[in-house]
């Protein structure tokens, strides 16, 4: 934890120990949630739980682990407890594990706190090292804003097509770009993961330094692009400026992926951002929806141009879920995502899926492809067709394979 908002934390506590103050604490741990170490998860959560609050004053600090701890106001303890129980309810309904939670009431509390945050007197090595580490931290974010900033930071981004395989012959439907954070480490020479507060900070520029490079580096290039985008980077007041900056028509062919959890968690920000996507000439699609997510999901009002839910291995009932969820969507809006495996396609088609995002899919838009033996055969596959007859043309060519079948090729 020796990192900024450590210390921060730190001097904070040790001025409420000299002069008490009637205030509530709520301490969140993340550590058992699914992506609870993905800073841009993790700070959808914490405006979760900030929204509750409404007008409180509150203070914020984003610690490792990952934690959050947020005092307010002694008046709002009844609010945390309430957001904390909705908060712990939506995540393990969607399968995303269990959210630990502690309040404290400042007043009479504040050693139970300072001794849950620092356990075993890490205070004097905190203390010996608060006056390096803020700044260490510092420097790194601004060598990240100096190559976000740069002319060239193509080598860094990664391009992911979306295929539909509705027609005889595969098309790409979109293109998602992203910054390789792998990539940027190394031209960097340091771990921007380590430290919390800097995860933070660098998740939200990625955002500006994608939407930099489309408006500087692709704006003739003229395929369609999906982009991972913050509900937070298209509320921020920054946001016009970097639109703008995208050609008219450029903008009409760029989709941005908001994450499906802030619909569920903070609704009215994600339908606020997807309207001012919309104002700037953006679509909007909803992404990482979790498969057993699919039949209860309220899209509150939106029209998103796509759907994007995870292919896992050995889902329960991922076949049904799919059905119902080309039914209820269409398969022109319904993506089958991180598909690198010939089970993905098998099960996502047999289902109605056209749509697919993944190395297998990838490789099945270019070269036939036969699935292992260990593969289950598709409940909707089409039947063997009989082998030809003596008498059969020699010229006509050989009945396509399962991928040829699956997909209406050959």
Known sequence: MADAAAHTLLARLQALRAAPEPLAALLADLRGIE?????????TLDHYLESWLGSQPR?????????????????????????ARALAH??????????????YDMATEGERLFADLFPDDATAALREAAQHAPTAALAHLLEVERVLHGADIDSIVREQPVWSFAEAHPAVVTTELAISLEELESRLSLSLRRDSWLRHEVAVRLDRGLLRHIARDRSRDPRPFAIDLHTATALDDGFDELARAIPTEMRTRITAELPCWELSLAPARVVAAAGRLADAGFAVALDHVPLAALAGLDLGGLEPAFIKTQWIRGASGAADLLTAAVERFGAGRLVLWRCDEPAALETGHAAGVALFQGRAADAASVAPWHPSESVPRPVAEEPEEPAPSETADPTRPPPPG?????????
Do not use: K, W
């Not at 992506?35 to 700070?43: L, T």
């Not at 490792?64 to 407890?81: C, T, V």
């Not at 399962?402 to 050959?410: E, H, Y």
């Open 402 to 410: 399962l991928l040829g079948r699956l997909f209406g090729r050959g």
């Open 59 to 83: 203070e914020v600090f984003r610690l490792a682990g990952p934690r959050l701890l947020i005092l307010a106001p002694a008046e709002a303890a009844p609010l945390f407890d309430a957001g």
């Open 35 to 43: 992506h609870g170490g993905d800073p841009r998860f993790a700070m």
């Open 90 to 103: 939506t995540l393990l309904s969607h399968g995303f594990g269990t959210l630990h939670t502690d309040r």
